[in-house]
């Protein structure tokens, strides 16, 4: 069964720059979350659907952050425009359902803010 | 005060020994616990999920204590492949299935 996949895998950019992430997730999986992972960190939910419609965003910087999952099957998170304490790994993750099933993470995004 | 707390290590134990590794959370509506690890450069992935009854898989031990709101991790035979970082996972099922980690424990393993 193939996994959680992200692109791209690295991503440079300077400040005030924009820049998108793609996460496709596990067939079937109904949720989708975004996480943000500072390096010495856990993971920071960012956002999470539940099909095409978001169930909780209440700690994604609206100002700069956006995301969406128009079609309830792939998702893209975009900044716009980057600041320097951006960069992290943003990693996808999918579960069957809300509730007590499993996450399963893509490999992320590692992105850096110059 | 954060959520999920751990102490961050890291813990360098040899070969063989056994190990564990504490976590306490702050919001006693947490109803779901879990132990995730993540390898270096990696994405994180369930270790196992934590019961009130405490859990046993292989040489991993989960026990959880809600009236301490404190998780544990134990493991024994400790393995060179153990080496990793280890995710306390809390959730508050108050809209969604939102998974609050704590900053994780970095483990060592030596031969």
């Known amino acids: 069964e193939a996994g959680v996949a992200q692109s791209p895998r690295y991503k440079i950019i300077e400040k005030r720059q924009s820049v998108a992430f793609w996460c496709n997730p596990i067939?079937?999986?109904?949720?989708l979350y975004w996480y943000q992972q500072i390096l010495g960190q856990g993971p920071k939910l960012l956002i999470q659907f539940q099909n095409n419609g978001v169930v909780d965003d209440s700690q994604l910087p609206k100002d700069r952050f956006s995301a969406e999952r128009l079609k309830g099957v792939d998702s893209t998170l975009k900044i716009q425009p980057a600041k320097l304490e951006d960069s992290a790994v943003y990693l996808c993750?999918?579960?069957?359902?809300?509730?007590?099933?499993?996450?399963?993470f893509g490999p992320g995004t590692r992105l850096t803010v110059l | 005060r954060k959520e999920v707390e751990q102490d961050p290590g890291p813990f360098n134990v040899p070969e063989g020994a056994t190990v564990a590794f504490n976590c306490t959370y702050s919001?006693?509506?947490?109803?779901?616990f879990f132990w995730y690890r993540q390898d270096c450069r990696k994405e994180p992935k369930l270790l196992m999920s934590v019961y009130s009854s405490g859990n046993e898989d292989g040489r991993f031990t989960a026990q959880l204590n809600r009236a301490s709101q404190y998780i544990s991790l134990l493991i024994r035979d400790s393995k060179l492949s153990d080496s990793a970082t280890y995710l306390c996972v809390v959730n508050i099922t108050h809209s969604g299935y939102a998974l609050n980690f704590g900053k994780g424990t970095s483990l060592l393993v030596t031969p």
């Open positions: 993750a999918s579960s069957f359902h809300r509730g007590m099933s499993e996450q399963f």
């Open positions: 067939s079937g999986h109904a949720t």
């Open positions: 919001n006693s509506a947490s109803q779901s």
